[in-house]
């Protein structure tokens, strides 16, 4: 029998998973990894691990706890508030899956005699190709372009054929304890959390000028680390004539701490048309990229790692691009004008 590792995180796409995977004749073990956890935010982690322990011990299926809290701490959290730091906006899902459940997780499972690994994913793999979820609502390969061919091959993704209304019903009708379990939202792992809040704990800022399109101060900020490109508000407007309308940041400057805003989220001076892509998998071509998770769909050519957007976008450095062919996720690359 053919064994995998499914990671359980306690909620009901896993639980899932884990279901639909025995059914089908799978040695399935169950897997909850625990990570790092800031002391300044509520530990929920205990109360996801005693979830992850009832889908197990309902399935009928081993169960294991797999420690990944330096990992996560080093290659996503540091990882992430360097690249704030930098005046960046880097995806921590995109670093997550990466390093964390396609990573230490997937390394772990082999080692211990696993075939596969198994998430609850809404995406699939198909003749070891990554490809959207059917549940275009819910799909995350977005957040999966950093996988290659190696860790596609040992990968499972059991419902992503499946619309989340479809994952609830199964649930419901196979009393999965899970199956009422509202939708986990937020930062990888940690949860719903504000951005800004989090950073202050790690990054020092000083309050910066606020800039109109043609220079003039017209309000202040807490730190231009702290903003990204297409924010709309996070930012004070002092200026009288400014004040009650709505502005969107289009520029920033780390070095000189200041931050420009428009009411205009197109403006033409903060778009671009060509991207120099860092980390790029994907390969020359002619693509439908998004830069937004469920951003909008996009046609783009792709050269060495430069990719000509076919529509001017606001992009903010570090973001991650993620290009298409059909329903099949080719790649992607991370914005790093600077």
């Not at 009832?54 to 299926?61: I, K, M, S, T, Y």
């Not at 995406?123 to 950093?146: M, P």
Request: with cysteine; net charge negative; aromatic share 8%.
């Amino acid at each position: 029998m053919k064994k995998v590792f499914v990671a359980l995180s306690g909620g009901v796409d896993s639980a899932v998973s884990a279901h639909l995977l025995k059914n089908e004749g799978w040695d399935v073990v169950g897997v909850f990894i625990r990570v790092w956890q800031p002391d300044f935010l509520p530990c929920s982690q205990d109360e996801e691990e005693r979830a992850a322990m009832r889908v197990a011990a309902h399935l009928g299926v081993p169960f294991k706890t797999l420690d990944l809290s330096k990992e996560y701490k080093e290659e996503v959290v540091d990882v992430m508030i360097s690249e704030y730091t930098k005046g960046r906006t880097p995806n921590p899902d995109v670093l997550c899956n990466e390093s964390i459940k396609f990573g230490g997780f997937l390394d772990y499972a082999l080692s211990e005699g696993a075939e596969k690994i198994a998430t609850g994913h809404h995406a699939q793999v198909i003749e070891n190709k990554l490809v959207r979820g059917a549940d275009a609502s819910k799909d995350q390969a977005y957040f999966l372009w950093k996988l290659t061919e190696k860790e596609l091959a040992h990968t499972l993704m059991p419902i992503g054929h499946m619309s989340k209304d479809d994952v609830r019903k199964y649930a419901e009708e196979n009393n999965i304890p899970s199956a009422y379990k509202p939708d986990s939202q937020g930062l990888c792992f940690i949860g719903h959390v504000d951005m800004k809040t989090f950073l202050l704990n790690f990054i020092k800022t000083s309050s910066g000028d606020v800039l109109n399109e043609s220079g003039e101060v017209v309000g202040t900020h807490d730190g231009s680390e702290l903003v990204t490109l297409g924010q709309r508000g996070g930012f004070t407007i002092t200026k009288k004539e400014e004040m009650g309308n709505v502005h969107y940041v289009i520029g920033k400057d780390i070095s000189k701490n200041t931050i420009t805003i428009s009411e205009n989220f197109n403006n033409e001076e903060s778009l671009t048309s060509s991207l120099n892509l860092t980390d790029s998998n994907i390969e020359n071509g002619k693509y439908v990229c998004e830069i937004r998770y469920h951003g909008e769909k996009i046609k783009c050519e792709v050269v060495d790692g430069t990719v000509t957007l076919f529509k001017p976008v606001l992009i903010a450095p570090g973001q991650s691009l993620v290009a298409y062919e059909d329903e099949v996720c080719v790649g992607g690359g991370i914005y790093t004008p600077f």
